[in-house]
C-alpha cells in the first residue's frame, strides 16, 4: 500500500494521522522534489512498450467522468503518487500534500461536498484529495494546481480515465455562495491537517468510455505576438 511504500522510499515522507476510517490508504504523500531518486518511476523499471510519447499523452488527457468498478491496485496508486510529486514547486517548498481514498463508501460520501458538479465522484474507485499547506508557500495553490495535473498525465501514462473536481472556494449548495463551503464538509469526513487547504480532487479509475472528439482549433489564436502590439508603432 501506499504507507509502507512511502515509509521504504527516502524520497518522500508520509505525513502520518490518527487512522480514522479505512477508507484513507495511509495518510499524506508530500513531494521530494527529486524525481531522480524514485525508482518506481524510473524508465528503468518500465517496459518500453508501454512508454508513451509525451504529446501523446497530452492528447489523449480528457475529462472523463465515468469508470469502470475495477480498482486501481496499490502498487499503481503508490507509482501515480510519486509521479505527481515529482511536480515544481515555487522555490522549492513543496507545500502539496496529497490523500488517496479508495473506500467506495467514503468516495460516495465525499462525491456530497457540492450539489452540482461532483456526484460523478462517487463512480470513481479512486479519489486524490490535492491539498496545500498555505503556511509552507504562499502560492500553495499554484503548487497544488501543477501537482495535480502531472497526475492527471500520469494516469494517462497507466491506461486510466480521471477528472478533476473543484474544492477550493466552491459552496456545498449553488444557490448559497456564502453558506457551508466544500472544504467544511470534506474536513468532517477526512483528516485533513489543521489550517491546510484543498484545491481539488482528482477522481481517476479505468474506463470504458470514449469520449467525443475536441472540437478543432487553432492553437494560434491563443498565442500572443509582439508584432500585435498596439503601442509598438508609438
Not at 467506495?104 to 479519489?127: E, N, T
Not at 456545498?172 to 489550517?195: F, N
Request: glycine share 6%; with cysteine; hydrophobic share 40%.
Amino acid at each position: 500500500g501506499s504507507g509502507s511504500s512511502g515509509e521504504q522510499n527516502p524520497a518522500y515522507r508520509v505525513c502520518r494521522f490518527r487512522p480514522v476510517r479505512a477508507a484513507v490508504r495511509t495518510g499524506f504523500f508530500r513531494g521530494s522534489g527529486a524525481a531522480a531518486r524514485c525508482p518506481a518511476i524510473s524508465r528503468q523499471n518500465v517496459k518500453h512498450d508501454t512508454i508513451m510519447e509525451f504529446l501523446e499523452i497530452l492528447r489523449k488527457r480528457r475529462s472523463v467522468r465515468k469508470f469502470t468498478d475495477r480498482p486501481v491496485p496499490g502498487e499503481l496508486i503508490d507509482r501515480l503518487l510519486e509521479a505527481a510529486l515529482t511536480a515544481p514547486s515555487a522555490r522549492n517548498t513543496r507545500s502539496t500534500l496529497l490523500l488517496p481514498v479508495t473506500d467506495r463508501a467514503l468516495i460516495d460520501r465525499m462525491a456530497q461536498m457540492r450539489d452540482y458538479g461532483s456526484a460523478f465522484l462517487a463512480k470513481a474507485p479512486l479519489a486524490v484529495v490535492v491539498a496545500g499547506d498555505p503556511s509552507a508557500c504562499d502560492v500553495w495553490r499554484e503548487n497544488a494546481a501543477i501537482t495535480a495535473t502531472i497526475l492527471q498525465l500520469a494516469c494517462v501514462d497507466a491506461g486510466l480515465a480521471s477528472c478533476w473536481v473543484h474544492v477550493d472556494g466552491r459552496p456545498r449548495r449553488r444557490e448559497e455562495p456564502a453558506g457551508e463551503q466544500a472544504l467544511d464538509y470534506l474536513r468532517t469526513l477526512l483528516p485533513l491537517p489543521e489550517g491546510c487547504g484543498v484545491l481539488c480532487v482528482v477522481a481517476a479509475g479505468y474506463s470504458d468510455f470514449e469520449p467525443a472528439p475536441l472540437p478543432a482549433f487553432d492553437p494560434r489564436s491563443r498565442i500572443l505576438s509582439l508584432d500585435d502590439d498596439p503601442h509598438a508603432a508609438e
